[in-house]
């Protein structure tokens, strides 16, 4: 069984969530626009930071455009629906460019020389849950941003 960040926090988050996704692996019915959002505002932040800020507000923005497309034409396709709150996708893409210009301007002169710079590795022990005194002969070892 594969370990890692993500599926030990679907499981702590939802049991039932990580039992549908990992073991029975099923999708959902639908994507949630939030979480595509939110997904599309990353991408668009790492473009900025590995541009060193070459790209500006404008650059991230287009960045972020591009992976919503790419998001949008992909639930087409695939006849998933792409599930909205209360924004309409054009309010989204408005919040969108004033987060992006916010972003670079608060953080153009912060732009880190690697993204090990805002990356913190760690380390932690898996203990036996039967054993608890004794570790296992393995490490959980990652990155967190």
């Not at 932040?45 to 923005?61: K, L, T, V």
Request: hydrophobic share 35%.
């Amino acid at each position: 069984m594969q370990i890692s960040v993500s599926r030990l926090r679907s499981y702590s988050l939802c049991p039932q969530k990580y039992y549908f996704h990992y073991v029975a692996n099923e999708e959902p019915e639908f994507q949630s626009v939030n979480l595509e959002f939110g997904s599309a505002m990353h991408h668009a932040i790492s473009e900025f930071h590995q541009s060193q800020n070459h790209i500006g507000s404008n650059g991230m923005y287009a960045e972020f455009l591009k992976y919503w497309k790419a998001v949008v034409a992909d639930c087409e396709s695939t006849q998933k629906e792409l599930r909205y709150g209360k924004d309409t996708e054009q309010d989204l893409l408005n919040k969108a460019y004033h987060l992006c210009v916010a972003y670079v301007s608060q953080y153009q002169s912060l732009v880190p020389a690697s993204p090990d710079d805002v990356e913190v590795k760690f380390e932690v022990p898996l203990y036996d849950p039967i054993q608890l005194w004794g570790s296992l002969e393995h490490t959980l070892i990652g990155r967190i941003d």
